[in-house]
């Protein structure tokens, strides 16, 4: 043995013979797994089929190939996919993202929900051509992700130890951007409690939100125990993505970003289009999961 | 316990562009090939469909298609005065990870190499004198012209049915194509793209200026094409969603779309995936390598011996596959001596932003590669000698993308959020434009790629470590490009104008390219390059390494081109060479 390898199999397919029919899943066994993951596919925390430790020993048995593969060392427990003589696909296996649907909080306590929706109005305010972050979804959005594959750092290199590098040696915090988010808000209430006469920022004025908000970006405002700067560039990034991403996310509802900016969204064919030069493109916007009329 | 498998002949590490070529020509030569890839298959109809290819937060923010810093990932410092941290989540640059490797989420812009860039040092000396290059700085000729490469230039782009207009045919010098260009055998495989509005406006302009404005070559392609493996490209739809995307309508350039169909039919090819080799063995001369250790993706680790083992990793995973084997003498920045990590470098390029009141540009239309671009300010195309700096890069407007989380553009007095973020996003998303220059980044005795003391991956292996800086050189190159740049752009006719020239300290977190080079190189002599010409190891005969790891330094082009044509170089080397005569290529 070269290297100490992990206990846990990061495996992320299995391949399973259901009838004549070969079925992939993809499955998440270990934090190591190697390959495609949706990030939607699993942002609502539903379970993914097969996902249980117990579940793979068994899948791993019935580890078989279909005639587009075969195992070159069938007495041996080789665990590859055998690629040969064909495309190793059947019908329908790709991953599609899992359409995100308004409800109660996942991650977010209601406290700090609303929290997020006072601070995304104000990153995004409503304005009467276009309504504001909280509007269009934005801490709906980040709530999903963060309680998704986003929120937990997922695939990322967490390993310690951990120091304050230089700005340009990137983020070095050793927090999920989910626990990022829980700190800075509880220390944000604790900050906006203490200066505004004990109330929360959903409660201050826009004004004082602004101020607030500012504060944070220039590093004026200090959070307890945390960077509230970098709380406010998470946050800022978060909000943006909310407002244009393609609304089966949960943001970007009825597609505001992107009529506000003129955005066609999931259109895949502009042949027609490319040399009709200072024209508006006259289409409205689609998105991945289509539009309602 | 490692398991050993039946021997095979070929070994090929990685199946990405260089993996997927080699590997059809070999197999074409009768050998038995074995691939073996760290990631997923991938294919358009269940990978990229545009059911859901369109979808800027998945591949885009989230780099869905790319390797997971978990599994493995670098360390980086500016200087070796600072201690390397880990790269955590990717950021300028972005590692692939699956079949067809960095082939399904280019941008598949396919520039050729100037004549000159192959044989850089000589030709600088001989023009400016020893003493105009920096001292520390390390370029070198590559040990080939570009009239070797030629014919290998040409079979690439005829593998991917290039869209373009050559500029140089046989000597000859062709209107509306780029008149730098070495010259080339025959015209491009199909003709430009369409141009929007952006493009065409910066072209005419250039061209008032009494530039030469000419279309960026491209893989994403105008017309239908099949190419002579008898595989089918179809037309690109200017879709927006190419760059870190791979293409729902079969029009981009891959492996995938390419040579794949072709050789998954061929008896004598297997692929094996999610299978991450960790070592390449030697036998006990440590003269020869004896095949390569791979764990799948159970954790199995299984040994595969091989006549022929071919490197095919991406520049960095190869640099750090050598490293980890121990096959050839790492490089000591101290000493200036060794050559596994020597001559890392990357790419410089920079920007200018231009605000309009009359205009849509309607920035979606558009495909990784569509452009109109100018090369008068590339590699040595202009006189060095009152500037002070040597290199140089194509610029233009190129119109990769609309997307919104990406690309929304304010001026940049704005506020960051807040009214009038929000206002000046609205006003200026369709009549804003930016457009860029791409330049050259050549080594330097400090820049190198070593093993990390304090950071492993999941196996325990250390993490390779990254020390480079921008040098003043490439600073001031890139100010005197984008001043360029910059006049042609104020000729649009923008109401305001902004200029991003590169600036110090490098930054690992802001996306630039994925043109990492270096780190293996190839040359003229065991003592400064780590490969002979046709890319061999000087110390392990059979072992030959591929992509950009080979080049000495980076020219100001894209460097896939002449990645894949040095594939199909190194091909023929072995099927014409190597295979009658097993050993080193070149004797010293
Ligand atoms: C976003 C992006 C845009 C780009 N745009 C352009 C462009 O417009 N023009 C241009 O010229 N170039 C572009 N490039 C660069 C281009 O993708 C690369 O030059 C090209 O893919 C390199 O080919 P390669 O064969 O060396 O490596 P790749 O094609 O990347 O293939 C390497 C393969 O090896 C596998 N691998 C790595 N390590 C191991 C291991 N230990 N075991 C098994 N398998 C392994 C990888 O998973 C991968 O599949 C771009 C790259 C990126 C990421
Ligand atoms: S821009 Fe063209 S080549 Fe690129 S993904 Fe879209 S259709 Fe494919």
Request: include cysteine; hydrophobic fraction near 35%.
């Amino acid at each position: 043995m070269l290297f100490s390898v992990d206990a846990s199999p990061p495996w992320n397919f299995v391949f399973t013979i259901q009838g004549s029919t070969m079925v992939a899943k993809e499955i998440r066994l270990s934090a190591n797994a190697i390959g495609k993951i949706a990030p939607g596919a699993h942002s609502t925390g539903e379970g993914i089929p097969g996902s249980s430790r117990s579940d793979f020993g068994m899948r791993r048995r019935q580890f078989l190939v279909s005639t587009a593969m075969t195992l070159v060392f069938s007495a041996t427990s080789a665990q590859a996919l055998v690629v040969k003589d064909g495309l190793p696909w059947p019908p329908s296996a790709g991953t599609p993202p899992t359409t995100i649907h308004p409800g109660p909080w996942v991650y977010f306590t209601p406290e700090e929900g609303a929290v997020v929706e006072a601070l995304v109005d104000r990153l995004i305010p409503p304005d009467p051509q276009t309504p504001g972050g909280k509007d269009a979804g934005c801490a709906v959005f980040i709530d999903r992700q963060l309680a998704g594959s986003y929120g937990s750092a997922e695939g990322l290199y967490m390993h310690g130890p951990f120091a304050d590098g230089t700005p340009e040696q990137g983020d070095q915090s050793p927090l999920t951007p989910a626990a990022r988010y829980r700190q800075a808000l509880a220390a944000l209430d604790k900050y906006c409690r203490a200066a505004y006469a004990g109330k929360p920022f959903a409660q201050i004025s826009d004004d004082e939100k602004d101020k607030v908000l500012s504060g944070l970006e220039k590093d004026e405002v200090q959070l307890e125990g945390t960077s509230g700067r970098a709380f406010f560039e998470y946050l800022l990034q978060n909000t943006r993505e909310g407002f244009f991403a393609d609304p089966v996310y949960g943001g970007n509802r009825d597609m505001v970003g992107w009529k506000m900016v003129g955005f066609p969204g999931a259109r895949y064919d502009y042949r027609d289009w490319v040399e009709r030069h200072n024209e508006r493109y006259p289409l409205p916007p689609v998105g991945i999961a289509g539009r309602r009329e | 316990m490692t398991r050993k498998l039946p021997a095979t002949d070929v070994v090929i590490v990685g199946l990405g562009w260089t993996g997927s070529i080699l590997a059809h020509e070999l197999t074409g030569a009768g050998l038995n090939v074995v691939a073996i890839e760290r990631g997923p298959w991938r294919d358009t109809a269940t990978d990229f469909p545009p059911a859901y290819a369109q979808d800027e937060l998945r591949y885009r923010i989230r780099h869905d298609l790319f390797l997971r810093p978990e599994q493995l990932t670098m360390t980086f410092r500016n200087n070796a005065s600072q201690t390397a941290l880990p790269i955590r989540s990717w950021g300028s640059f972005m590692p692939p990870n699956g079949v067809g490797g960095g082939g399904v989420h280019w941008n598949a812009e396919t520039w050729r190499f100037l004549p000159s860039d192959f044989e850089l040092r000589t030709h600088l000396v001989g023009r400016y004198g020893e003493k105009f290059l920096p001292e520390d700085m390390t370029i070198q000729d590559w040990g080939i012209t570009y009239d070797d490469l030629e014919p290998h230039y040409d079979k690439f782009e005829y593998l991917c049915g290039t869209s373009g207009k050559a500029g140089n045919i046989r000597g000859l010098i062709q209107a509306g194509g780029n008149p730098f260009e070495g010259a080339r055998s025959r015209e491009y495989p199909t003709p430009p793209q369409k141009q929007p509005y952006g493009p065409t406006l910066f072209a005419q302009a250039a061209q008032g200026m009494g530039y030469k404005p000419f279309p960026q070559p491209s893989g994403n392609l105008s017309q239908p094409y099949t190419n002579p493996l008898g595989v089918t490209i179809g037309p690109c739809t200017y879709c927006g969603f190419c760059e870190w995307f791979g293409c729902g309508n079969y029009s981009k350039a891959s492996p995938q779309t390419t040579i794949l169909p072709a050789l998954i039919r061929r008896p004598n090819f297997e692929a094996r995936t999610q299978c991450e080799v960790s070592k390449i063995n030697l036998d006990k001369s440590g003269k020869r390598a004896s095949g390569v250790t791979y764990v799948d993706s159970s954790g199995n680790e299984w040994e595969q011996p091989a006549d022929l083992v071919l490197l095919c990793a991406f520049q960095l995973f190869n640099v750090q596959l050598l490293l980890t084997s121990g096959i050839g003498k790492p490089y000591d920045p101290r000493a200036g001596e060794g050559v596994i990590g020597r001559n890392y470098s990357y790419q410089v390029t920079s920007s200018v932003g231009a605000f309009f009141d009359d205009k849509i540009f309607n920035p979606f239309i558009a495909s990784g590669s569509i452009g109109m671009c100018i090369d008068e300010f590339n590699g040595d195309n202009f006189d060095h000698g009152p500037h002070g700096f040597v290199g140089g890069g194509y610029m233009g407007a190129v119109q990769t993308n609309g997307r919104p989380i990406q690309t929304a553009r304010t001026p940049r007095a704005t506020p960051r959020w807040g009214a009038e973020w929000k206002k000046a996003v609205a006003k200026s998303y369709l009549s804003s434009y930016e457009s860029v220059t791409h330049g050259s980044c050549y080594s330097y005795r400090d820049v190198h790629l070593d093993l990390d003391p304090t950071y492993t991956d999941r196996f325990g292996r250390k993490l390779m470590r990254l020390t480079f800086d921008f040098h003043d050189n490439e600073l001031k190159m890139s100010t005197y490009l984008t001043d360029r740049l910059a006049e042609v752009v104020q000729k649009m006719g923008p109401r305001q104008l902004e200029k991003h020239p590169r600036r110090g300290p490098y930054d690992v977190t802001v996306y630039q390219t994925t043109h990492t080079c270096g780190g293996a190189i190839m040359g003229v002599e065991p003592k400064t390059s780590a490969l002979n010409r046709y890319l061999q190891s000087w110390d392990v005969p059979n072992l030959f390494v591929m992509g950009a790891t080979a080049f000495p330094q980076n020219p100001g082009y894209n460097p896939t081109d002449t990645v894949g044509a040095l594939a199909y170089w190194t091909a023929d080397a072995i099927v014409n060479r190597y295979l009658k005569s097993p050993g080193p290529l070149v004797q010293i």
